[in-house]
């Protein structure tokens, strides 16, 4: 198991890496961002999702990393 | 039924004074910049109708329908100030209330006859966040509290976001909530006595015991725009769990016929890693991607995946049909009915810990007319609707509606 959550790890850093490489190649003045800035653009879950969002992480065995809560309530219904 | 009537009608009572408090009207401040006091900016009401078939209860230990309904209703109130330095401070005060029936609830008795088959659920919560436009920075507090009848949860989190001159965001959130699991017992494994008999006849059971569960989060996050028309964020979430884990009456039926109640380690550690992308493709089209990769200490690895494309009719009404992909591997605990074994260290039998993979797709609509819905407050309507499929046969469906006013 050790194995297993350190190669998540070693994925995590690498992608976490790429990440921090994107800002080299960013230009975008405030001015270009219409479309960036438009409400269904949004890099999150949006309020009407919550419910569902919800479900599944009762009904599934993984839940987070989508900006929703990690804990708290019980969902044992 | 009178209790959903009830909400019912609360939700509608609501959705009126809204309206009623914005009608009071807006002032629009043209002027150069003046400190603002906190003024109440936004409310959003949100609710949802769950329905749920299956045929995996874990009450009755992997075996059983197990229906599920879930009336979900929630009102945000969001108030705005700005301070003499001009940064922007946004107090967020949430309340949900949830009525949900579970039929198979009443096999937490051995013959079916428990008589809550039915419960509330209410979550309020607390959010302050300070942003300092001109260092690119935030910071913010929060509370959260829910109670129903078999499980309490405190919540507090605090969180910090930093800008890059190159459109990106870094963020980083600390969680942590604290909650007591009702330790109620399937009534043939409850200890001799622990029934009293009660006035008028019926079973009493005095108060129960509860136990401790524990979770703590750091949500790290960075978001970057790429160009014009696409930005990606990528998420990871680090949660530890310490305390009771399973539930009390989610019984494991062993080899030779007995039963026990589901036995889990006390402690787990949750790894997921998200990526979203999102790329305005055309004029009118929007790809919202999301991926995320799951692993834990109990043996679960996951994947999930999904697709949504808003298509915007006119600018301000869109149509988005979504479709999500799910499939995961089972704990190492988990075995269906009458498969554990005795000498095992820990037993499952629920079925949200076992192999399967789902499919969730739906559709879902958008109104935001830049003068309100009518020429109304009504600033955002949304409305979506669900499908859910799982391989172990479960189904749902979910709808949910958002009304937002400015």
Known sequence: MKGKILSGLSLVCIVMGVGILFPSCSTVKEYQKSRINDSEMTLANRKVEKSELNAQSYREGSSGANSGKTGGGCGCN | ?406
């Open chain 2, 1 to 406: 039924m009178s209790i959903m009537r009830r909400i019912c009608l609360t939700v509608v009572g609501l959705y009126l004074m809204f309206l009623h408090t914005f009608s009071q009207g807006i002032t629009r401040d043209t002027a150069a910049f003046q400190p603002k006091k906190l003024k109440l900016d936004e409310i959003n009401l949100v609710s949802s109708y769950y329905t749920q078939t299956g045929d995996h209860s874990a009450i009755r230990g992997g075996i059983g329908p197990e229906p599920v309904t879930d009336l979900a209703n929630g009102v945000e109130l969001k108030w705005v100030g700005i301070d003499a330095q001009q940064r922007k401070s946004t107090l967020t005060a949430g309340m949900g209330i949830d009525y949900h029936t579970a039929a198979s609830q009443a096999w937490i008795s051995k013959t079916g006859a428990s008589r809550h088959t039915d419960g509330l659920r209410l979550y309020p919560s607390l959010d302050w966040t300070r942003e300092n436009e001109r260092r690119g920075s935030s910071f913010s507090v929060g509370a959260y509290y829910s109670n129903e009848f078999n499980y309490k949860s405190l919540g507090l989190s605090a969180g910090i976001t930093q800008k890059t001159k190159n459109n990106g965001e870094f963020g980083l959130k600390l969680s942590g909530y604290f909650d007591q699991v009702k330790l109620i017992l399937p009534s043939e494994l409850e200890p001799a006595g622990a029934y009293t008999i009660g006035r008028n006849g019926e079973l009493r059971h005095p108060d129960y015991p509860s136990s401790p569960r524990q979770t703590y989060t750091a949500s790290f996050s960075f978001s970057q725009v790429i160009n014009t028309r696409l930005q990606v964020a990528f998420l990871l979430d680090g949660v530890y769990q310490n305390g009771y884990l399973g539930l009390p009456f989610h019984r494991v039926y062993f080899t030779d016929g007995t039963d026990s109640v589901e036995k889990l380690p006390s402690n787990r550690l949750k790894l997921p890693l998200g990526f979203r992308l999102n790329y305005f493709l055309g004029d009118r089209v929007i790809l919202r991607t999301y991926y995320r990769y799951y692993v834990d200490s109990w043996g679960i690895r996951s994947h999930t995946a999904s697709l949504e494309v808003p298509f915007k009719i006119t600018p301000f009404f869109s149509i988005s049909p979504f479709y999500r992909y799910y499939t995961q591997t089972a704990a190492n605990y988990f075995s269906p009915y009458e498969q554990h074994l005795k000498t095992d260290g820990y037993y499952t039998s629920n079925y949200s810990l076992s192999a399967f993979s789902s499919q969730f797709f739906g559709a879902g609509i958008r109104l935001a007319p830049p003068k309100g819905i009518f020429n109304t407050h009504l600033a955002t309507l949304e409305l979506r609707y669900g499908h859910y499929t799982q391989t172990t046969d479960l189904v749902s469906d979910v709808i949910s509606l958002n009304l937002g006013f400015k």
